[in-house]
T-cell receptor, first 111, second 114 residues
Framework: SQQGEEDPQALSIQEGENATMNCSYKTSINNLQWYRQNSGRGLVHLILIRSNEREKHSGRLRVTLDTSKKSSSLLITASRAADTASYFCATATGGGNKLTFGTGTQLKVEL | NAGVTQTPKFRVLKTGQSMTLLCAQDMNHEYMYWYRQDPGMGLRLIHYSVGEGTTAKGEVPDGYNVSRLKKQNFLLGLESAAPSQTSVYFC?????????????FGPGTRLTVL
């Protein structure tokens, strides 16, 4: 079963605007990760936040984690057309660093 | 470095045929994974390996077998393909550090079973 659920399923914004995607999960986690997938390509890792962290930044990306609500958000600031992609959250639980992925948010950034 | 590579990129099978997907990584990663991605369902873990000679079941292992004879290679086999196995298959690898590290993904194999 899917551990993570993402909201919204699709998001369309104008270049320069900020994009926010949310992820909810069901069980305790070791860490939560965000990945990007361009159409027809493999997944690319964006950022990892551990269960004892609350916020993390990487360039134009900001990720928050609220373990009490079992939720995370990904903020992309000053979006660009090149940010158009699907974004997935994934939770790591148990041994083997296994990941359970959400269903993804399709982001479209228009010029 | 090539990273994670997958062979083949595309394949069409008839029901009942068998095939093997090959994944190779040149990053000396201990852990390797096979996922399938279906429309609207995200990625689901099929099997994984925490080291050479080891394999374990993931969320959706039925109908698949795997082998990790060499650290750099992880093979996914379909013994008798079924239309329900039509999907895009992704291999990934990561360092074997508990507590988590990012996974590196291959470009995928698009499999159609008729």
């Amino acid at each position: 079963s899917q551990q993570g659920e993402e909201d919204p399923q699709a998001l369309s914004i104008q270049e320069g605007e900020n994009a926010t995607m949310n992820c909810s999960y069901k069980t305790s986690i070791n860490n939560l990760q965000w990945y990007r997938q361009n159409s027809g390509r493999g997944l690319v890792h964006l950022i990892l936040i551990r269960s004892n962290e609350r916020e993390k930044h990487s360039g134009r990306l900001r990720v928050t984690l609220d373990t009490s609500k079992k939720s995370s958000s990904l903020l992309i600031t000053a979006s660009r057309a090149a940010d158009t992609a699907s974004y997935f959250c994934a939770t790591a639980t148990g041994g083997g660093n296994k990941l359970t992925f959400g269903t993804g948010t399709q982001l479209k950034v228009e010029l | 470095n090539a990273g994670v590579t997958q062979t083949p990129k595309f394949r069409v099978l008839k029901t009942g045929q068998s095939m093997t997907l090959l994944c190779a990584q040149d990053m000396n990663h201990e852990y390797m994974y096979w996922y399938r991605q279906d429309p609207g369902m995200g990625l689901r873990l099929i099997h994984y390996s925490v080291g050479e000679g080891t394999t374990a079941k993931g969320e959706v292992p039925d109908g698949y077998n795997v082998s990790r004879l060499k650290k750099q290679n992880f093979l996914l086999g379909l013994e008798s393909a079924a239309p329900s196995q039509t999907s895009v298959y992704f291999c990934a690898s990561s360092y074997g550090i508990e507590g988590g590290r990012e996974q590196f993904f291959g470009p995928g194999t698009r499999l159609t079973v008729l």
